[in-house]
């Protein structure tokens, strides 16, 4: 990726990520805030799904950051570290919800003893251990100049590629597991498949065109020659850039009060927008 200018392909690129940034942190935070409480209603999931807002939070900030320096120096390698350890790591938290949500209804007995919050912190803990000690190996041979810095988003598509078998696999096997389930309602496994579905989507629409316009060229670098190639490789970042925006939706889709959703947010939101046009008003700042 180079620095955006004007004149550059990926000026709108540049502008477009502020743009996604203004909105999806707000949205984001708001999200872990109605999420936190779900958790000290003794709720499991909401830990995966905090954890993978935390991952979008990681992107929304450093993807603008790095493509408005020039692609030089440790400013430039670390924005690209954050972002590459929050695209890692949202692709293996997505594995961690559809193994809790199969794991829940396929296995309803094993699931009993051990649906512990501290369980699933401890398993967070893991993931972000792993998702950053597989990108901190990839940095430091590109700084010992092993690997090239810039092959490190290359390595991340690919490492990012490996969860989605598993994100499938649980989907169908908790599809397989509904059909023959009789002690939910249908409302509640309509909800539960409803979670499955949408984080396989988010990772099919969404992560899955980017990843594999990379691969294909790093096998075919000719490609890169080709306008309607660039073009393509643009667009898929573009949809992929969408990622942060979309994750907040598992917020809603977990509550089993969706009326309460949206009053919550809206005053929220508000409460945020009141204190900025304050600080706006008698010129002070928030920092």
């Not at 660039?230 to 809603?252: A, G, K, R, S």
Request: with cysteine.
């Amino acid at each position: 990726m180079n620095h955006a200018n004007p004149s550059d392909l990926y000026y709108p690129m540049f502008i477009y990520s502020w743009g996604v940034f203004s909105v999806g942190l707000p949205v984001s935070f708001l999200a872990v805030y109605g999420l936190y409480f779900q958790i000290k209603a003794d709720h499991v999931t909401p830990v995966y799904v905090i954890n993978l807002l935390i991952s979008d939070v990681l992107q929304l900030c450093a993807k603008p950051t790095f493509l408005s320096i020039p692609p030089l120096g440790m400013v430039y390698e670390l924005m690209v570290f954050i972002y590459a350890l929050g695209l890692l790591s949202s692709t293996m938290f997505m594995v961690c919800i559809a193994a809790e949500r199969y794991c829940m209804i396929a296995h309803p007995v094993w699931f009993r003893f051990r649906r512990e919050i501290k369980n699933s912190i401890f398993v967070s803990f893991c993931v972000w251990l792993v998702a950053m000690a597989t990108v901190t190996i990839v940095v430091l041979s590109g700084l010992a100049g092993i690997v090239d810095v810039r092959k490190l988003l290359l390595a991340t598509m690919i490492l990012s590629l490996l969860p989605y078998p598993f994100v499938l696999f649980f989907f169908m096997g908790t599809w397989r597991a509904l059909s023959m389930s009789i002690a939910l309602s249908r409302h509640e496994r309509r909800r539960i498949l409803g979670i499955l579905a949408f984080v396989l989507c988010v990772y099919t629409v969404l992560f899955l065109p980017h990843m594999v316009v990379i691969l294909i060229l790093y096998i075919k670098p000719a490609f890169m020659k080709s306008v309607n190639m660039q073009l393509t490789t643009i667009v898929t970042d573009f949809i992929l850039c969408l990622n942060p925006l979309v994750d907040p939706v598992l917020y809603v889709l977990m509550r089993k009060d969706k009326r309460n959703v949206l009053p919550s947010t809206f005053y929220a939101h508000h409460f945020v927008w009141c204190v900025l046009m304050w600080h706006m008003t008698n010129g002070t700042s928030l920092l």
